[in-house]
């Protein structure tokens, strides 16, 4: 399975220290150029993440139609989501990994499957990866500061059995 990530999902977990739920769920993951520099940025502030590049079941490619990623651009994408949309087409990936609305919005636009860190979480508990959800989400909003609204919260709760 080609499983291409925006840099929200990678850093984000990095910054919980549940790195390894990506590659007990998908196996390898790739990430364009632009996602691994925005995940050095990260490294200044979280240094869980500075372990990113040096994982062997992560792939950093470049993305070769920069035309498409110009585009996306245009559409006031970061450099970042553009990358890892016109990579996952580049690539013709089975999923995103992507959190961003606008992002969400214009990859599913783009005809690709589209899935969030919550969707990789929800997985990872179908799974029987992960116990309980609950625990990882509180440690993503105490600890990575990850931004979700108490309806969707308690949306996830719902749909992972734990309401």
């Known amino acids: 399975m080609t499983v291409v990530s925006n840099t929200s999902p990678i850093s984000n977990l990095a910054a919980i220290g ?4 990506l590659q007990q769920v998908y196996g390898s993951i790739t990430i364009p150029q632009a996602v691994a520099d925005e995940i050095a940025k990260v490294a200044t502030v979280y240094t869980q993440a500075a372990s990113i590049p040096n994982q062997s079941w992560i792939a950093i490619q470049t993305v070769n139609h920069t035309t ?9 994408l970061d450099a970042g989501e553009s990358e890892a949309i ?4 580049e690539l013709d990936a089975e999923l995103l990994l992507i959190d961003e609305q606008l992002g969400r919005r214009i990859a599913a636009n783009e005809g690709l499957n589209i899935t969030g860190l919550v969707g990789v979480l929800l997985e990872a508990k179908n799974r029987e990866i992960i116990a309980r959800i609950k ?18 919260y308690a949306e996830i709760l719902r ?3 734990e309401a």
């Not at 549940?18 to 739920?21: D, F, G, K, T």
């Open 86 to 89: 016109a990579l996952a087409l």
């Open 68 to 76: 498409t990623v110009e585009r996306l651009r245009g559409e006031k």
């Open 135 to 152: 625990p990882t989400v509180d440690a993503l909003i105490i600890q990575a500061r990850f931004r979700i609204s108490s309806q969707l």
């Open 159 to 161: 749909l992972a059995g």
């Open 18 to 21: 549940q790195l390894s739920l």
